[in-house]
């Protein structure tokens, strides 16, 4: 059976206390904004819209998943996202782009802003799984940007990865996921940066 630790080792996780009197109550935890690249030059001379992630209904909800060996998953109940995974990679993207001054301006898809890009993608892993060696936090995503105007696709970019978790307890999944995320983040960000840098714009 699976313990559940009344203390988060994640410096970042956001823990709160379910109200009322009676039960268990949940934790809450939220993911890290990965570090942008030093910007150096002018910002390339485009407006990027960050549209919504896509996923599976269980990585639309706020429980963390965990898989068992087979085709078995599952939820915990008591452990739970600040916000589901789609939000949050949806929010850490759209910041990360902004944050490294890169680009003329960066906004979610859901503002009245308007774009020279779309960026959306799917989000297919995003949880706990028991494999041979171990525990490991597996993420995987696909990331296309699509021209407004046109309506072509330019660039795409799919990042999967299994990050070995240090322990057996909720709050180090939720820590090597955090890794798992950042890593992931920022290997999309800097593609997306060479792909601007080999395709000049106009300004």
Not at 8 to 19: F, K, M, Q
Not at 23 to 42: H, I, M, N, Q, V
Request: proline share 5%; glycine share 8%; with cysteine.
């Amino acid at each position: 059976m699976r313990r559940w630790m009344a203390t988060a080792v994640l410096t970042s996780a956001l823990a709160l206390s379910a109200c009322g009197g009676g039960g268990r109550p949940s934790k809450f935890y939220a993911l890290d904004l990965p570090a942008a690249p030093a910007s150096t030059g002018e910002p390339y001379p485009v407006s990027i819209m960050v549209g919504r992630m896509s996923a599976s209904h269980l990585l639309r909800d706020d429980r963390i998943v965990y898989r068992n060996t087979g085709l078995e998953m599952g939820t915990y109940n008591y452990h739970r996202w600040a916000e589901p995974p789609t939000d949050m990679l949806e929010a850490l993207l759209t910041r990360l782009l902004r944050s490294s001054g890169k680009y003329k301006s960066v906004h979610t898809l859901r503002s009245n802003a308007v774009g020279d890009y779309i960026l959306r993608g799917r989000l297919h892993d995003f949880e706990e799984v028991a494999a041979s060696s171990g525990l490991v936090a597996r993420v995987a995503f696909d990331i296309e940007l699509f021209h407004r105007e046109s309506g072509a696709t330019v660039w795409s970019h799919s990042y999967s990865h299994d990050e070995p978790v240090t322990g057996k307890e909720v709050p180090e999944v939720v820590a090597a996921l955090n890794r798992n995320v950042q890593a992931g983040l920022q290997q999309a960000a800097a593609n997306l940066d060479r792909h601007f840098a080999t395709h000049p714009q106009k300004k």
